[in-house]
Structures are given as C-alpha cells and as structure tokens.
C-alpha cells in the first residue's frame, strides 16, 4: 500500500514548530527575520516613491538603510563598515538593557497582581470585623455586619478561608449585594495557619468571628483556629473579642479554653433544636426570632436609665412610647422578666427592644391602658400534644429532648425514617431517656415516598417537623435539602386534597431554598445556619448581649412565647397596646408584640409586629396572638 503523502503545508508547520521547540534563540531569530521582511519591503517603498531622495542607487540604499535602522533602533548611521557595525553594536546592547529592564518591571507588575489576586497582602486596618472560615453563614454574617455600619463613617470587614481570592469575592457580591459604606476584603489562606492569620490584622481587629464549615470535622476546625489566633496574638497587649460557633457539645469547652476568657462560644445544633422545637410549638414563632436577631427591623439594647433608678421594674414596662422593655442586666447576669416589684439599681442595665439604639426615650404610658378591656380569666391550659418527626439527623436527638423537657403526661412523639441501624440506636436511646411524659415511637419508612405519608394521619399531629438528612462527605451541601423539599411538596399535595394547612415546621441548610418551599406563606422554616450567623452578628456589635442570648434560647429559661391573645385583652375590642403590656405584666410577662391572624398570610411580616408604639390600637380577635417574654 502505498504510502500517503504529507501536504506541504503540513510539513512546513511541522518545521517551524521544531524550530521554535529549540528555545529563546530560535524564537527570536524568527522574530527578527519577520521584522525584516516586514519593515526592508516597507523602507524601500517609502524612498523610492520620495521624490526628494537622490535618484542614485547608493543613495536610495543608504537611505533604506537608515529608515530600516531607525525603524528597528539600530541606529542607521551611515559611513565606513566599522561606524556601521558599532551604531549596531551599541544599538543591539541598549535594546538589549532596555527590553530587559521592561522584562523586570513587568515580572515584579505581575508577581504583585498575582499576590493581590491570590490575597496574601496584610490589611492595615483598624476596628475592622474578621470573619475566619467559610460557610453559608459567611453571607449571613456578612450582610448583618454591613446593615450594623450603615451609619459608620469608615468599616471594613475581612474575611480570610482557604479558597480563592476571587471567588469568594464574586460569591459575596453576589449574596451580599450593595454594602454602602463598608468594606468588604477577602485574603485567601488556612485559618488553621498562625502565620497566615496577620494578613487580617486581628490584633487591631475590633471583633473576631470563627465560622465552622459544613463538613464532619467542623468543630475540630474552629478549635484549631481558634488556637492559631490565640498563637498569633501572643505577645500583644490587647486581643479583640472572638465569637465562635461548634455543633457537638463535645468540643465546646475545648472551644472557649481556647477562645479565651474574653470569648464567646455558641453551639449551632443545641439552639437550632430549641428554636425548631419552640416554632412546633408555636406556630409563627420563627418569624419572631427573625424580626429580633436580624438588623433590619427591632433589636435588643443594653442602656442606662438614671430616671428610673429606685423604680419597680414593673414601671419600666410602660414608660418607653416606642420601646419595649424585657429585663435587665445586673453585674453581667440577665435578668429577664424579673418580678415586677423589683428596684431598677444604680449600675443595671435595662434590656430594651428597640429601633435603634438612641429612638429609647422616656414618657409614661400608663394613661393609654385600658383596663375595662383586660382579660381577667385563667391563661389558658397546656395539653398533651402529638408531634410527628419526618427525617432523622444529627439534631433529632436533641429535639427529641427538647421536647421531653416540657412534655405534658401523654404527650407522644412518632418518628419516621429510614430503615438503619444508626438511626434505630439513636431513637432507641432517646426514648431510654424520654421520661414517663412523652413516649417515641419509630416508624420505618421513606419519607419522599407518598405511600409512607399516606399511611399516616398526619392531621392527627399537632405539628409536623421535616428534617433533612445530614450532608454527606464529598456530597454538595444541598443535597439534604433536596429530600426536604420532595417531603413538603407531598405534605403540600395532602394538604389541598384535604383542603386543611398542616401546622409544619421545616429545617433548612440553604437559605437559598426558602423561596422554593411549597409550603403555606408565614410558615416556619428555621435555616439553621442563617440563624447562628445572625446570633454571632449581634453578639459582634455588643458582647454582653450573649448571656441575654443564652437565657432566652435555653431549654428552661425565660423565652420568647407566643399567648392567645385572649389571655390578655377581651375578644373583639379595640384596644392599646398599652393595655396588652399592662395585663401582661398582671400575669408576670413582658410584652413586646403580637400577631394579627388577619394578615398571617400577608409577606412580608405575616402578621407579626414586634415593638409596636404603645399608642398602636388593634382590633383583637380570638385567633390573634401576643408574644411574649416570659416562661412556660
């Protein structure tokens, strides 16, 4: 067979690739042949077509010659061969030092680039927030951050992970959006690196803030950081306040021995499993934890009152128009909703809700209260209740205790998951320590399948509580989600053939999936990590708002509930707020808002108003409810 024949293009090619596989010197030989062949031709048609350029050959040749020459900055001098050859010489090394020199200065340009690019430079800044780790509550930690400083004048906010510079600036423009006046830098390297921590400046930091990842050895993670800061800050005479956040119990103590003593250490699983228990509960209540821990709307402030000072608490309650008042802080300790004859003393603090930190001002309230409108009877009773657990993950466990603490006798939690031997354990360990008041049942079964919820008579449950499973190594983080959303959407089918609304309680990872929830507006969906990253947030802004945190997520302390509203004012009357706080604080509460059912389905409140004016009427109904704080 004969052979084929290459094209002589082809082998062309071939020949000048091979040429230029011999390095610089060929590579610059080509260059120079092709600016010959480019700028002689050129030359000679620019003299030849000069009319004022002798018409002797050695005259046109020579003046080729100089055009060439200046053209390639060679010089062109004309003359004996010797002045030639040196014009070149001469030339060739100033070319030679002046290509170099840009060659130099390009390469440091670019190695600088590259480093800003790669964010290894040092912020000088001082006061700035750190936020080490990445996580999905980086864009929630961020964006509070940034409505904190809105009214500073110059902020910054350092984020360092161990990803790409420009990534994470691109994902932060993205979720974060505008950010006014704040500043957003992003320095890429191990947080576990305590030669990799100063390019944020901790030491001149105003606050330090560790965020745990989404995989298994989060905690160890935030431990490791946390020792790598404290590495980093040796010697220094002052350190900012850290906050940090684990999700095993396990590792917090590790955690605050390695914050330090001045750091603040929150544990994500333990408050997600109160709040998810307390929205059960609730309904509405979610909606209530967002509107408080979120800078958007009202938030808690610590101020001083000298007026008040020798006072009854219970005084308190109605002598700030547009602010609510919940307690007090007394030598660091939280006092919510203290007994109402309690003296307000020289050095506490009160514990207000408020718009902002300076719209507290004094007036007495008292006149607005209409007392032939105040509800006289018994609060109403608490029940056994029936809660039905759709998934099983990390945080069941504790829900399940959570529910246990305050279970009336005959109270019943059904779980409902898949078949393993994990899962079987843990519910069987949980029900070993559920008490005599609530017993748990496990139910084997696929809960993105409509036949296993058809099985159930889930409008037999008081609450319904969808948990997705834990995220998996090497999985997307949203994969969890996934099966979550498969569940409501079949909770949603069940609910338009029956043509009823199932009180749900969701848990999320992504807050990105909110919006694509089939369920009910105003519905409680807890985001479990959107919920701690606004909890670090404010306890970055005020440091003593941690122990009022504590008290009021714990598991037997004052919180945040939600009453009938007939326990406070007569049904069908219009009516102050003033008077919904006074009858409160007959029955040992503070109230700080309410719930209209009318407009429960209205975004973007849906019908919770949290601080209003005290002067605010409202037309109460027997479904509308008044949020408190106070204990069960």
Known sequence: MAQRRTPFGDRVRYWFDSTLARGAAALVGWMALLCLAVVVPASVVLVWTDPDVSASLTDRLAEVWHLTGETLRLGGVTGTPLRVVMSVLLALV??????????????????????????????????HAVVLGWSEQVFTVVSELVAANANQRRAAVAVLADRDKTLMEEALSTKVGATGRTRLICRSGPTTDPAVLPLT?????????????????????????????????????????????????????????????????????TVTARLIVQAARRPGLSLV???????????????????????????????????????????????????????????????????????????????????????SG???????????????NRRAPLIVDQLRRRARPGSAVDVVADQG?????????ADADSGTGLSLTLHHGDVTRPETLRRLDVYSYDSVIVLGRDPVPGQPPEDPDNRTLVTLLLLRQLEEAAGRELPVVTELIDDRNRPLAPIAPGADVIISGKLIGL?????????????????????????????????????????????????????????????????????????????????ERHHWTAEDEVVVIGKD
């Open 421 to 429: 031997e994990a899962t079987t354990r843990q519910v069987n360990e």
């Open 201 to 269: 400046s901790p030491a001149t930091a105003g606050v330090v803030l560790v965020l745990p990842h989404d995989q298994p050895d989060a905690d160890a993670e935030v431990v490791k950081t946390l020792l790598a800061l404290r590495a980093a800050l040796a010697g220094e005479r002052s350190r900012p306040p850290v906050v940090a956040a684990v999700r095993d119990d396990r590792y917090r103590l590790a955690a605050r021995l390695a914050a330090g003593p001045g750091g603040i250490v929150l544990e994500s699983d």
């Open 378 to 392: 018994p609060p109403t009773p608490a029940r056994a209740e029936r809660v039905l657990l759709l998934g099983w």
């Open 289 to 375: 934890h967002q509107e408080l821990l979120d800078f958007a709307g009202d938030e808690f402030y610590l101020i001083t009152e000298p007026a008040l000072i020798g006072r009854p608490f219970g005084d308190a309650l109605l002598s700030y128009p547009t602010s609510s008042v919940v307690g007090m802080v007394r030598g660091g300790t939280p006092l919510l909703n203290p007994p109402s004859a309690t003296p307000i003393a020289p050095d506490d603090l009160l514990v207000v809700i408020s718009r902002d930190d300076d719209t507290a001002w004094l007036d007495d309230c008292a006149e607005l209260v209409e007392e032939a409108a105040m509800a």
């Open 94 to 127: 100033t070319l030679l030092y002046v290509s170099t020199l840009v060659g130099l200065i390009t390469t440091a340009l670019t190695e600088r680039l590259t480093a800003l690019r790669r964010g290894r430079s040092t912020v000088l800044e001082h006061g």
């Open 535 to 615: 909890l670090m947030a404010q306890i970055s802004q005020n440091r003593h708002l941690a122990a009022v945190f504590a008290e009021l997520f714990s598991a037997d302390g004052t919180g945040v509930r939600m009453r009938p509203a007939t326990d406070y004012v007569l049904p069908g009357r219009e009516t102050s707020f003033a008077t919904v706080v006074a009858a409160a604080r007959h029955r040992g509460e503070c109230a700080i808002g309410y719930r209209s059912h009318a407009d429960s389905s209205t975004s973007p409140g849906h019908g919770v108003r949290i601080n209003p004016p005290k002067d």
